[in-house]
């Protein structure tokens, strides 16, 4: 199973990276990791041998997160516009951009896969009922999936109005964090390794949430996007870098 869900991962990439050369839109490549990583996910649900109760949760927490987010994502991508940062790696790898693409998409599939890994080990866990730490980790879950739902209705809705053309977000949540999306993306990562206290392997599902941290904060989340904010909103957004938390949600600095 585990390498059928690697296989399907690559397939699913590299129909998105033949999409993206005909649309010129390398977007797409966020909609399917997410979708990746909800579809994996389901799968371990279904066709592993653990208890059918952890199964389920993780159906919901992994499976349902990740699906929720391809389509969110998906509706932005095909609605728009090649995003910022994916047209300024196309202009800088120049006649070499699809080719360093497909490596870039393929790249996407492995982590997505690897990212999956928790739902492994938790759908082959065994549970003779439902203890304490699996309604801890559904709880974790449901608060942070209610608040990255809250943050993502908050910037579309600032986006959709055309008089915010070129401004910062400082409505709701972004007032307080320049990336509470991501904050909550984190967060959820928790309820992997609470979950799976008591079963084989649990140990290394700590290592989960750091893993995250490290993409979002140093690596493809935040130094990315605060970039291209750069590029389009220049001085607005480094007075926002300098008064709003960079993740987790605080208060303002003078």
Not at 33 to 58: P, Q, T
Not at 137 to 151: D, E
Not at 208 to 223: D, E, K, N, T, W
Request: overall charge positive; some cysteine; charged content about 15%.
């Amino acid at each position: 199973m585990l390498w059928l869900s690697l296989f399907i991962a690559v397939a699913v990439m590299f129909a998105g990276w033949i999409w993206q050369c005909r649309q010129q839109n390398a977007g797409i490549v966020d909609v399917l990791w997410a979708f990746n990583l909800g579809l994996i996910a389901i799968i371990y649900a279904v066709f592993s041998d653990g208890s059918v109760m952890l199964r389920v949760l993780i159906a919901i927490i992994m499976g349902g997160w990740y699906l929720r987010l391809s389509w969110h994502l998906a509706r932005r991508v095909l609605a728009e516009p090649e995003d910022g940062r994916y047209r300024y790696l196309r202009q800088h790898w120049g006649e070499n951009a699809d080719q360093n693409l497909l490596w870039f998409f393929l790249a996407q599939a492995i982590l997505a896969w690897l990212l999956a890994l928790p739902a492994w080990v938790i759908a082959n866990g065994n549970i003779e009922q439902l203890q304490p730490q699996h309604v801890l980790a559904l709880l974790l879950a449901l608060g942070s999936f209610v608040g990255v739902n809250i943050a993502d209705q908050q910037l579309h809705a600032f986006r959709s109005d055309p008089a915010n053309k070129g401004k910062v977000c400082e409505t709701g949540l972004w007032f307080y964090s320049r990336h509470p999306n991501y904050f909550f993306e984190w967060l959820h990562w928790f309820s992997y390794p609470i979950m799976a206290i008591g079963l084989s392997y649990a140990g290394w599902l700590w290592l989960a949430p750091l893993v995250m941290l490290a993409f979002l904060y140093f690596i493809s989340g935040i130094p990315y996007t605060e970039q291209q904010a750069l590029r389009s909103r220049g001085d607005a957004y480094r007075r926002y870098q300098q008064t709003t938390s960079p993740f987790i949600p605080w208060r303002k600095r003078l």
